[in-house]
């Protein structure tokens, strides 16, 4: 993309948020987000989607220049979500013969967010496979239902072969930010915490897509991809198969007095020293919530360590526990460490959480730290990393 441009007739629109400190008042977002907006000019003009509120003025700024006079005669709404859909009402105002395109869902959300649906002759609902034509641009659109909302869908330009993605593809992180860590590691964590429950839709219309010659994928966040798409779809097909990216152990832990971290950083060690198994650890009381979710997916093998809490389990694990449940977290081992000074619950309590999930194989022995870790704890820890290995 050079300044604003995808290509001689298609131009970016969206603007960067580097001041917002959650995402859906969850995420944080130390680079921030971009609200992806483009302009397609043709003998018809469409605006894809809109952006956020908070930017709503940049985005004004950004569509008039792109226009440059011209009026735009389509709104193609692909996600109702706030974060794309907040200008719906605003352009349907200020362009009283614009038609909004969009499923028959997204036409329940305009009416549900804004009170008013737009008039039934400039609304035009589109189903699977329908077309509109611009000129010499083309679009066709694709349902893509809980991918990540209901109504969403994607659009393919043909003349071009450029993808509009909604949601997907996209990654935390402002386009004005150089991520020195690449496309993955935030599309990620925006992955597992956003989409990550909807795995089947992923792959329904991934399907759909596979017959389709790709050139660019634009997304609603993120920069526009343009090289290597294989990489892009190919790790999305991984991602929402639930299938491991990386082999590696990924230790969760929590700690009341350090005696429980102590035992989880111990196994650590353990695993390194006696392997060359790559292993993340997160200490789920200061690290990011999202991040260690994130890492959970990515990665064959899972550690819970907590201690026993009121009968039951230290509250954070069991925030993150159930997290992976509402994620839809399966297909790995998992192994536990368990910390009680009189009647220890956690193990148990952690086991039976996670033997809930589908194509969880438990990795024995589950480590009990009787308060403090002692030789025979080191023994059972070795045990366990062996195991692990
Ligand atoms: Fe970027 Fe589902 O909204």
Known sequence: ????????????????????????????????????????????????????????????????????????????????????????KRVMEMYPDITVVCTAQAQKLITRFFGVAPAADKMKLVKDGDTLALGTHTLQFFTAPMVHWPEVMMTYEQSEKILFAADAFGKFGALSYDDPEGWACEARRYYFNIVGKYGVQVQAILKKLAGLEIT????????????????????????????????GIFIAYCSLHGNTEEAALKLASLIKSESSVKVSVSDLRHDDMAEAIEDAFRYDRLVLAAPTYDGGVMPIMEDFIHHLKIKNFQKRRVAFIENGSWAPMAGKKMREAMETLKGIEIVEPIVTVESTVKPATVEALKQLAEALI
Request: overall charge negative; some cysteine; aromatic content about 10%.
């Open 216 to 247: 660019k994928i634009c997304p609603l966040h993120g920069p526009v991809l343009d090289e290597n798409l294989d990489y892009y779809l190919q790790t999305y097909n991984t991602w929402s198969s639930y299938e491991p990216e990386d082999e």
């Open 1 to 88: 993309m050079t300044d604003n441009k995808i290509s001689s007739n298609i131009l970016y629109i969206g603007a960067d948020d580097k001041e917002l400190d959650l995402f859906e008042g969850q995420y944080v977002i130390p680079e921030g987000i971009s609200y992806n907006s483009y302009l397609i000019l043709d003998e018809k003009v469409a605006i894809m989607d809109t952006i956020d509120a908070r930017k709503t003025n940049e985005w004004l700024d950004n569509l008039a220049a792109a226009l440059n006079g011209r009026k735009p005669d389509y709104l193609i709404v692909s996600h109702m979500e706030p974060d794309h859909s907040a200008n719906v």
